[in-house]
Nanobody, 114 residues
Framework: VQLVESGGGLVQPGGSLRLSCAASGFTFSGYVMSWYRQAPGKERELVASISSLGVNTNYADSVKGRFTISRDNAKNTVYLQMNSLKPEDTAVYYC????????WGQGTQVTVSS
């Protein structure tokens, strides 16, 4: 299993970013995919998840209405569109799949600052 995140960076408050996670090594369309984040000094937290066919999504209360998770099963890729970013969204964002064990990407840094 390999998960490779991209798309992080520095953005001003109110700005937008789109994260991508390219997956390989398993049948992508058969699994729920999730985005987590971890801010300095804090525990890793679930941001959003999407069902295997993209029908159902779930979001943390802190990002509802601002973030959108989506997936393209033809490209084995899951996305996180982040709008109206706030300084408290600053964290390392990780892609996750649970196949018995949890598998993680290397993470991508998102920094929201003026």
């Amino acid at each position: 299993v390999q998960l490779v995140e991209s798309g992080g960076g520095l953005v001003q408050p109110g700005g937008s970013l789109r994260l991508s996670c390219a997956a390989s090594g398993f049948t992508f369309s058969g699994y729920v995919m999730s985005w987590y984040r971890q801010a300095p000094g804090k525990e890793r937290e679930l941001v959003a998840s999407i069902s295997s066919l993209g029908v159902n999504t779930n979001y943390a209360d802190s990002v509802k209405g601002r973030f959108t998770i989506s997936r393209d099963n033809a490209k084995n890729t899951v996305y996180l569109q982040m709008n109206s970013l706030k300084p408290e969204d600053t964290a390392v964002y990780y892609c996750n799949v649970r196949r018995g064990a949890d598998y993680w990407g290397q993470g991508t840094q998102v920094t929201v600052s003026s």
